[in-house]
């Protein structure tokens, strides 16, 4: 048991990090999962597209920084591919972001050039090799996108963009172009995906076309772990914070497990349950609530009185 | 001004669930004029306030606002000329958003939408000016979320959304319906003074005969997809609901099955 102990604080720093790095993919999760109302499955791909674009003009000699940019730029490209798909051909929100997603793993493969592009010998902005800067430069990054969203939330552009996810027809009925804002809000999601996935692969020290696979997942429980933080919920920008927090979380609760000696290969299959089980337990929850009424209306009917149930 | 001409609309054309629900309305509105709209159900008013504000297009004939063609224009565009409040209370705000989020949102209507701020400290105060106007507390909530008013609040607020900038047209439609009694006349009264004081051009849908020839300045009646009747002025005046009934069997050809649905 504190051998599970000292191995697992061995490994929080590296869980920190890389759980910050993907917290700045929630957060693209949570501006079309929680803003837009929109399930993008694009990420899975546009996470990789990022890391592959990255990965190519760090081995060409490009900056780190302008790397990340253009990460950032193809992932926003990305996101216009599903949002054209969903908007202008009226393809249903799910399947456009499958077919995009489809569609980008051959763009990947093509910009890698093979499955596996190693960063050798580049200058990369962190590495895991020393988590501490990582998670320095992952919060700054992360941060920098939360004080982003948080200002470009409460302009007229953003405000049209939350009209559209809460009630699309009223939104049209203030005057707003709701497949445009649709659009934008996909390719900010989407360009925090690649920004994400541009950092993730400095941070690994290569680009895999695997590397995004189930990042939906991954996103969703990020955002939904932190939605379950209860002094994270009181301001918009607190929420994005929980975001990115709730990554933390999950990547914490994933190297426990690991350690805890689960099988990488279930991994997958665990995500998966934690997430439905989130996602189901309000369902749940409600249902058995409604289950305890109809008992009790059923009781008051029987004897003519109510009868308080403990 | 509001010129109609020719409008038809048929649902699923071609199938067997086939609905031709605008049969040919011609209608026009002068400056100002203050119309009820009344007819069964499934009399088509609801589609031609649909048609009007673009939520789908006419299969024939135009639509001409004060001079803009709007038959071929995108709903969001002609919103820029229309104020609607719809039935479901739930229709015309966004629930996630505050009061002031959702008021800053209707003040913006029609104008591009940039990186300025949202909602500015100016229009807060203005909003608060409005909302005290409406005598329902909501002058020092608006950073409630919409979702925890009541319906009656919703419609009140949807209200002066539509109206928050001028519109050219103020579609109504059965706007009091999902209300209590006393909040149904609260938000009918409201509706009345607003379109008087700014002197709107308006259309009102509604079931209740009552407030069809008590309110405005002019009556039609719908029946399956076409103007039946056009009252106004004096004859208006002197409209009873025992009168109205009459006219509708003498133009239809039936008599009021169901006088519950008009008089609800
Ligand atoms: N979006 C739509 N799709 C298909 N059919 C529709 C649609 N909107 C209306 N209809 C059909 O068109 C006909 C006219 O409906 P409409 O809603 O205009 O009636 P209404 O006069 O508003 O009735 P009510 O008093 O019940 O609101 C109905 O038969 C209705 O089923
Ligand atoms: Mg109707």
């Known amino acids: ?310 | 001004m509001l010129k109609i001409k020719g409008l038809k609309k048929t649902f699923y054309p071609g199938t067997v669930h086939e609905k031709k629900a605008i049969k040919g309305v011609e209608l026009t509105f002068a400056d100002g004029d203050f119309v009820t709209v009344i007819g069964g159900n499934g009399a088509g008013k609801s589609t031609v306030l649909n048609l009007i504000a673009g939520v789908f297009p006419a299969d024939c004939g135009s639509i001409e606002l004060d001079g803009v063609e709007l038959t071929t224009m995108p709903e969001y565009r002609r919103a820029s000329m229309l104020g609607r409040v719809f039935q479901d209370p739930m229709r015309g705000t966004a629930a996630d958003m505050t009061i002031e989020e959702n008021l800053a949102l209707a003040c913006r209507r029609g104008k591009h939408r940039g990186l300025r701020r949202g909602v500015t400290r100016a229009e807060r105060q203005l909003f608060m000016e409005r909302l005290a106007a409406l005598d329902l507390g909501l002058e020092d909530r608006l950073t409630t979320k919409v979702g925890l008013l009541s319906g009656g609040q919703r419609q009140a607020l949807t209200l002066l959304m539509a109206t928050m900038q001028r519109p050219h047209l103020l579609l109504l439609d059965e706007h009091t319906a999902a209300l209590d009694p006393r909040t149904a006349e609260r938000v009918l009264a409201l509706s009345r003074q607003i379109v008087e004081e700014e002197g709107l051009t308006a259309m009102m849908v509604t079931h209740n005969m009552r407030d069809a020839i008590a309110t405005g300045n002019r009556l039609i009646m719908m029946h399956e997809g076409r103007v039946v009747l056009d009252i106004s002025g004096e004859e208006k005046k002197r409209l009873t609901v025992e009168g109205l009934l009459a006219r509708f069997a003498r133009v239809s050809g039936e008599t009021f099955d169901d006088d519950k649905a008009l008089l609800a």
């Open chain 1, 1 to 310: 048991m504190s051998q599970l102990l000292e191995s697992f604080l061995g490994a929080c720093p590296g869980a920190v990090s890389q759980g910050i790095l993907w917290g700045i993919m929630a957060l693209g999760v949570a501006v079309t999962y929680r803003i837009l109302d929109y399930a993008d499955l694009t990420v899975d791909s546009s996470l990789c597209t990022g890391a592959a674009v990255n990965a190519v003009l760090l081995l060409a000699g490009v900056h780190p920084i302008a790397a990340l940019a253009a990460a950032t730029v193809v992932g926003m490209a990305a996101g216009l591919l599903t949002g054209l798909l969903h908007t202008q051909l009226g393809i249903p929100a799910i399947l456009s972001g499958i077919l995009s997603q489809l569609a980008l793993y051959s763009i990947n493969m093509r910009i890698l050039g093979r499955s596996n592009l190693p960063l050798l010998k580049v200058e990369t902005l962190l590495t895991l090799r020393s988590p501490a800067t990582a998670i320095i430069v992952g919060g700054i990054f992360a941060l920098a996108m939360v004080a982003f969203l948080t200002w470009f939330f409460t302009t007229e552009r953003g405000y049209a963009i939350r009209a559209t996810g809460s009630n699309g027809g009223m939104a049209r009925a203030q005057g707003i172009n709701t497949a445009s804002t649709t659009v934008l809000a996909l390719m900010i999601s989407n360009g925090l995906v690649g920004l994400a996935g541009g950092l993730l692969s400095q941070y690994q020290g290569y680009a895999d076309v695997n590397m995004g696979r189930g990042a939906i997942v991954i996103g969703l429980a990020s955002v939904i772990l932190g939605e379950a933080i209860p002094f994270l919920r009181s301001r918009f920008s607190l929420r994005l914070i929980a975001s990115v927090v709730g990554g933390v979380i999950y990547y914490l609760v994933i190297t426990l497990v690991l350690q805890a000696g689960l099988d990488t290969n279930d991994l997958k299959l665990f995500s998966a349950a934690v997430v439905a089980l989130a996602l189901g337990i309000p369902n749940l929850r409600q249902k058995a609530a409604a289950k305890r009424l109809a008992k009790s209306a059923l009781r008051v009917g029987q004897d003519g009185q109510r009868k308080e149930t403990v």
